[in-house]
């Protein structure tokens, strides 16, 4: 019999549920109310007429709640192929229409495509690259303010005998951008990538940037308003906070 549930179940490694009333079974997480992006939204304002970059689109369910709100355009792009994959089912099932689902790398995607969107969204996805200062780097050049979840790394909140660390190799290099100086921590998924409900990034080695240095660039890089929303220093998979950054002169 055809059904919903019936396109949700090819996919193995759903990490979000759907709404309860839907009557399907997916994930655990309800993404789809995520007061993360709930939160961000409020603060940037109406959407209407406004453009959207979405990066990390995960399984559409962030993308679900930002489209609510009536924005002119939203391009999300995937680089994960199950996930861009169950990005489709969840836009046909929550009827997603302002949503232009793209598979591929978002660094290219930025460094290609030049134009500047009102608002970006990278929600759990900076810490999965491989270059992540230079992800902060093409956002800010093409979005005039942006909503930023990540990990992070903290010497503070994730001390030397920390579990959370025991995916890092321990190796920290130097990294310059733009004349300013950060640091990379080196990081291996541990071939969890293997595994159908992997959600990371492209490659198994990517690095953490540390706290300070990520809010450091975002000012450099021009976003003059710079706001810590929520952080919790005891995460389980490790120090994260969210960060919404605008540029004023540009709103």
């Known amino acids: 019999m055809p059904d919903p549930q019936n396109a949700i179940d090819i996919l193995e490694g759903w990490n979000s549920c759907f709404p309860q009333e839907l009557g399907l079974t997916a994930g655990t997480h309800p993404l ?19 453009t959207v970059l979405e990066a ?7 993308t679900h709640i930002i489209n609510a709100r009536g924005p002119a355009r939203i391009d ?19 009827n997603i229409d302002r949503a232009n689902f793209l598979l591929g790398d978002i660094q290219e995607w930025l460094a290609r495509h030049e134009e500047t969107y009102d608002l970006a969204f990278a929600c759990g996805v900076l810490y999965h690259m491989h270059d992540p200062a230079l992800l902060l780097q093409r956002l800010a050049k ?3 303010a942006l909503f930023l979840w990540t990990h992070y790394f903290s010497e503070t909140a994730m001390p030397e005998k ?4 025991g995916p890092f190799s321990g190796k920290v290099h130097d990294h310059n951008i733009d004349g300013h100086t950060v640091r990379y921590y080196e990081r291996s998924y541990y071939m969890a990538n293997a595994n159908a409900s992997f959600c990371g ?3 198994d080695r ?25 952080e919790e220093p005891a995460h389980s998979g490790g ?13």
């Open 56 to 62: 990390g689109p995960l399984e559409g369910m962030h």
């Open 76 to 94: 999300a792009i995937e680089a994960n192929k199950l996930c861009f994959l169950r990005c489709l089912v969840t836009k046909q099932i929550l």
């Open 206 to 230: 990517h690095y953490w940037m540390h706290r300070d240095d990520i809010l450091m660039l975002l000012k450099a890089f021009g976003y003059d308003e710079v706001t810590i929303l929520q």
């Open 201 to 203: 990034g492209m490659k």
């Open 32 to 50: 789809f109310a995520d007061q993360r992006i709930v939160e961000a939204l409020d603060r940037f304002g109406p959407l209407d007429g406004r």
């Open 142 to 144: 093409r979005s005039k």
């Open 162 to 165: 920390d579990i959370r660390r």
């Open 239 to 251: 120090p994260c906070f969210s960060v919404f950054c605008r540029k004023t002169d540009e709103m």
